[in-house]
């Protein structure tokens, strides 16, 4: 069974960073793409970035919402079936849960779309 546990996240200063990581455990021949999301009460979750699979990492595409660009980095690290943003610049706004999503395949035959458990980002002074 593939599992995907979140770490980081917590209280932090506006204009302050923190850095979230999501690493899938459990039997997997790959992982496509990658991303992560958020969600506030009485909102829908929204795509926060992604991350394609690539073969080299010049090769792989990523994408942000408008609200965090150039202050967020999505990263991921094959060999360790992680993903990570980096956030960078904080706002109040940006205060949510967060939650990192994979879509992977345990065996050449199956394809899964994961998420993780979610992790509280709070941006207060």
């Known amino acids: 069974q593939v599992q995907l546990v979140e770490s980081g996240g917590g209280l932090v200063q506006p204009g302050g960073s923190v850095r979230l990581s999501c690493a899938a455990s459990?039997?997997?021949?790959?992982?496509?793409?990658m991303g992560w999301y958020r969600q506030t009460p009485g909102k829908q979750r929204e795509l926060v970035a992604s991350?394609?699979?690539?073969?080299?990492?010049?090769?792989?595409?990523?994408n942000y919402a408008d609200s965090v660009k150039g202050r967020f980095t999505i990263s991921r690290d094959n060999a360790k079936n992680t993903v990570y943003l980096q956030m960078n610049s904080l706002k109040p706004e940006d205060t949510a849960v967060y939650y990192c999503?994979?879509?992977?395949?345990?065996?050449?035959?199956?394809?899964?779309?994961?998420w993780g458990q979610g992790t509280l980002v709070t941006v207060s002074s």
């Open positions: 999503n994979m879509h992977v395949r345990p065996t050449m035959m199956t394809y899964l779309e994961l």
């Open positions: 991350i394609t699979s690539g073969g080299g990492y010049s090769s792989r595409g990523t």
């Open positions: 459990g039997s997997i021949v790959s992982i496509n793409d």
